[in-house]
């Protein structure tokens, strides 16, 4: 018997930032080149083994659902699932409206542009022992300011344009089902506040850093980085597509 792979794809959120391209799309059906980041995502999650998608929906969830009707991963035995929220229940809570899920699951934003490998994010997961893993991803953020630096009136240093390393979730998390008993079902929770209640209960979070290319498409600058690097080469995404 296959083993179950679950891959829960986050796809609810209505992609503000993106405006005007998400007035007329969901955000992960955003193309990149000829193909909707989602599409990337879920051909890099079959690939890395993944055999059930779940997407959880709500802004312009018929399109999305459309677009996967007839999809080739399906002629291949990849279970779809569609779960519409009725209201925006955060990035945690939606988690409690799905039935049956296994024991370690991955959870991931549909806006992602990336090479990580999901498996092994899984794999080391599973072996942890921890209720919840988060992807990072070392980020430089260069201010387009002058800093100043003072003591009182005096100043002490400046710096122009500085940029500053931070270590950022990649909105990609490894679940262990036990998570689940800490989200209160029927009420919004978003992952910043789970986190929380996870190491206040005592449970153990952990992070996993990875130097893999990862980008947020859902914002501006991010997006037109990322329509270049996949026009560039496509291959280096899409290995099962093309």
């Known amino acids: 018997m296959t083993e179950r792979r679950v891959a829960v794809i986050l796809a609810g959120g209505k992609g503000t930032r993106l405006a005007p391209y998400t007035a007329i799309f969901p955000k992960p059906l955003v193309p990149l080149g000829q193909h909707p980041v989602v599409e990337i995502l879920a051909q890099q999650l079959v690939a890395h083994g993944f055999n059930e998608l779940i997407f959880l929906t709500g802004y312009l969830s018929e399109l ?47 806006d992602l542009f990336t090479t990580l490998n999901f498996s092994r994010l899984y794999d080391n997961h599973v072996s942890s022992g921890a209720t919840l893993t988060i992807a990072m991803h070392c980020k430089k953020i ?7 630096k003072h003591d009182g009136r ?22 262990s089902k036990k998570a689940l008993g800490f989200i209160p079902k029927g009420e919004k929770m978003d992952f910043p506040d789970l986190v929380q209640i ?45």
């Open 154 to 175: 005096k100043v002490t240093g400046y710096m122009e344009k500085p940029s500053y390393d931070y270590d950022v979730s990649m909105g990609i998390y490894a679940y």
């Open 142 to 148: 260069k201010l387009q300011l002058g800093v100043v």
């Open 64 to 110: 999305l659902r459309a677009y996967f009707h007839d999809h080739p991963l399906k002629k291949r035995g990849i279970t779809f699932t569609w779960i519409k929220e009725s209201s925006p229940l955060g990035t945690a809570a939606p988690l409690r409206l799905i039935d049956n899920l296994p024991e370690h699951f991955l959870v991931l934003n549909g």
């Open 198 to 242: 996870l190491g206040n209960a005592g449970e153990l979070v952990e992070c996993e850093f990875s130097e893999a290319h990862w980008l947020d498409i859902g914002n501006p600058e991010d997006y037109a980085v990322a329509q270049e690097e996949f026009t560039a080469d496509p291959s280096v995404y899409l290995r099962e597509i093309e």
